[in-house]
């Protein structure tokens, strides 16, 4: 069961990098602040599982993005 979620939790994570890809007219810190949140909520669903993680991980990886983007 763990295998599978791990998969889609992957397949998240492709698929938001993905999507990120069609950012061209942004700034670099809004990319980054974009990519920060993507990568956080991805993170946060993995190691919690819930949507509470996800939200806080998704929170603290835009942060984390939009000071690496200053």
Do not use: P
Not at 5 to 10: D, P, T, W, Y
Not at 13 to 40: H, K, P, W
Not at 44 to 64: K, Y
């Amino acid at each position: 069961m763990k295998s599978i979620r791990r998969m889609g939790s992957l397949a998240a994570i492709v698929a938001v990098a993905a999507s990120l890809c069609a950012c061209e007219g942004m700034t670099t810190r809004q990319r980054d602040t974009a990519v920060g949140a993507g990568v956080g909520g991805a993170a946060g669903a993995v190691v919690g599982g819930s949507a509470l993680s996800t939200l806080g991980g998704a929170a603290v990886g835009g942060v984390i993005g939009n000071q690496v983007g200053k």
